[in-house]
């Protein structure tokens, strides 16, 4: 005799947090489109001194925003990256950085002003989503390190407060917004 299998209950997903509003991945959005992270005018450059900086393990999920389940582990594409978040609500982030300090290779910006939320990712107190529209960048440490994965959580919340709150002013960061 076969027995009905029960179906396990699914957890809603969760939302954004307050005031920092997720939108619904767009199912006619081209995923082959040219990544924004490297849409970087030329001679566009990192200001200031980071906030933190580190090398990172990075990945970005297109059609995945980081709400609801955690991505299975075989479908992230990992690369080590030298990482720096800036005052001016950016994150640069380069092949590894050579010990004068200076970026190498292709160059890329996450833009926080088109991130909606920004937290462990479910399940994972060792990793970190910034969600955004269609996609989203996860990111780890890599061992040895000199920052933590909670540091970089609450140094980039704090930065979309203040983007929020307008105190970070756009002419200062010398960054075009779309």
């Known amino acids: 005799m076969n027995e009905a299998v029960p179906v396990p209950k699914v957890p809603p997903v969760p939302t954004a947090p307050p005031g920092l509003g997720a939108t619904p991945l767009d199912e ?3 995923e082959d489109s040219e990544d924004s992270d490297y849409d970087v005018d030329a001679g566009e450059e990192p200001t200031g001194k980071p906030v933190l900086r580190d090398q990172l393990l990075m990945a970005k999920l297109y059609g995945y925003e980081g709400f609801g389940t955690a ?9 080590l990256r030298s990482v720096a978040l800036h005052a001016d609500a950016n994150i640069w982030h380069a092949d590894i950085e ?7 290779g292709m160059r890329g910006r996450i833009d926080l002003r088109n991130v909606s939320a920004c937290d462990f990712t479910i399940g994972r107190m060792d990793e970190l989503c910034l969600s955004q529209q269609g996609k989203c960048h996860l990111l780890r440490i890599d061992q040895p390190s000199t920052t933590t994965i909670p540091q970089w959580r609450e140094s980039i919340l704090q930065l979309l407060r203040g983007l929020k709150e307008g105190t970070i002013d756009d002419t200062v960061a010398g960054t075009r917004h779309e």
Do not use: A, L, M, R
Request: aromatic share 10%; hydrophobic share 15%.
């Open 28 to 30: 006619d959005q081209d």
């Open 71 to 79: 991505p299975s582990e075989d479908i992230i594409d990992w690369s």
């Open 98 to 104: 050579p010990p004068q300090g200076e970026y190498e």
